[in-house]
């Protein structure tokens, strides 16, 4: 059974960059049938789909975070990685990486990572 | 962007009702709609996935229905398992989520 688990800093200053990882376990970032997602959820708010990439580099990202996020994959590692440019106190909130199927949707979560926006 | 909201925000109900939740959606999204549980302090759980299938492993009280732009997760006999709050999530274009109904005992 795939397990994720997100890693990275609890505390981001802003205008600087939140820099999360998942590592992946139980199942490989090279598998051409998923899809590897980063999906967050603010205080008080609804879940937001950040973005997904494939394990070729090939990603789709929300349009309302287009110019800042950046997504990666380390099929060494078993890892992929999500980058958030120039965040600022509304990008608080728990981080959330996860395992889609092609044409599905995310059937196995990380149990997220809090990372709080302040200077 | 496709809009997904959700009826009602919050759900009274005790042991054993039979459970309705309404998702909406502001355009079609055919029938790639997904249901999640999520109870605090865990990852959210899916439930069913192509609006009406269910995920293995839960519990067949479950079930969901509905294509196009209207859908429901009903629950046949709450549970107090069953207490979290429930996302409905569609994935024709993009992804988005519903702003959650929260399942609270009466």
């Known amino acids: 059974q795939v397990q994720l688990q997100e890693s990275g800093p609890g505390l981001v200053k802003p205008s600087e960059t939140l820099s999360l990882t998942c590592t992946v376990s139980g199942g490989s970032v090279n598998s051409g049938s998923h899809y590897w997602s980063w999906i967050r959820q603010s205080p008080g708010k609804r879940l937001e789909y950040l973005g997904y990439?494939?394990?070729?580099?090939?990603?789709n990202y929300n349009p309302s975070l287009l110019s800042r996020v950046a997504m990666s994959v380390d099929a060494s590692n078993n890892q992929f990685s999500l980058k958030l440019y120039s965040v600022t106190a509304a990008d608080t909130g728990v981080y959330y990486c996860?395992?889609?199927?092609?044409?599905?949707?995310?059937?196995?979560w990380g149990q997220g990572a809090l990372v709080t926006v302040s200077s | 962007d496709i809009q997904m909201t959700q009826s009602p925000s919050t759900l009274s109900a005790s042991v054993g009702d039979r459970v309705t939740i309404t998702c909406r959606a502001s355009?079609?999204?055919?029938?790639?709609l997904a249901w999640y549980q999520h109870k605090p302090g865990k990852a959210p759980n899916l439930l069913i996935s192509?609006?009406?299938t269910l995920e293995n492993g839960v519990p067949s009280r479950f079930s969901g229905s509905g294509s196009g732009t209207d859908f429901t997760l009903t629950i046949s006999g709450l549970q107090p398992d069953d207490l979290a709050i429930y996302y409905c999530q569609q994935y024709n274009s993009f992804r988005t989520f519903g702003q959650g109904t929260k399942v609270e005992l009466k």
């Open positions: 355009q079609s999204v055919r029938s790639w």
């Open positions: 996860a395992r889609a199927p092609v044409r599905g949707t995310p059937d196995s």
């Open positions: 192509e609006a009406s």
């Open positions: 990439i494939y394990y070729n580099g090939n990603t």
